[in-house]
């Protein structure tokens, strides 16, 4: 059975880091997109960044322009994981952060949709503010 367990999210103050983290068991994910999504209150569900399979040992980070330069997404494949570091958060960042992972390599116009991602976290609470 397929899991994923994020970890790391709590409340913190604007202009503060954090960093979540997702381990995944069940299988491995190494050649395959993982993504962190978060959903605010009364929004639907976004991508944050995204961590694309280029062949080899090669991977290609995506993220939306909201989080861009502040936030970084890396594996660990060797742990089966992935996290977000996340710098200089803002109220706005406030959501709760799902992990995901697809069992498809997916072509770009494909990474960024919630349907293209089979297996999901739990999700965890990020709160900014002061």
């Known amino acids: 059975q397929v899991q994923l367990v994020e970890s790391g999210g709590r409340l913190v103050q604007p202009g503060d880091s954090l960093r979540l983290s997702c381990t995944t068991s069940?299988?491995?994910?190494?050649?395959?997109?993982m993504a962190w999504f978060r959903q605010a209150p009364g929004k639907g569900r976004e991508y944050v960044a995204i961590?694309?399979?280029?062949?080899?040992?090669?991977?290609?980070?995506y993220y939306t322009d909201s989080v861009k330069g502040r936030f970084t997404i890396s594996r660990d494949n060797a742990k089966n994981s992935v996290s977000l570091q996340m710098n200089s958060l803002k109220p706005e960042d406030t959501a709760v952060y799902y992990c995901?992972?697809?069992?498809?390599?997916?072509?770009?116009?494909?990474?960024?949709?919630?349907?293209?991602?089979?297996?999901w976290g739990q999700g965890t609470q990020v709160t900014v503010s002061s």
């Open positions: 961590s694309r399979w280029m062949g080899g040992s090669a991977y290609n980070q």
């Open positions: 995901a992972a697809s069992t498809s390599r997916l072509i770009l116009s494909e990474i960024r949709k919630t349907g293209n991602y089979d297996h």
């Open positions: 069940g299988r491995t994910f190494s050649d395959y997109p």
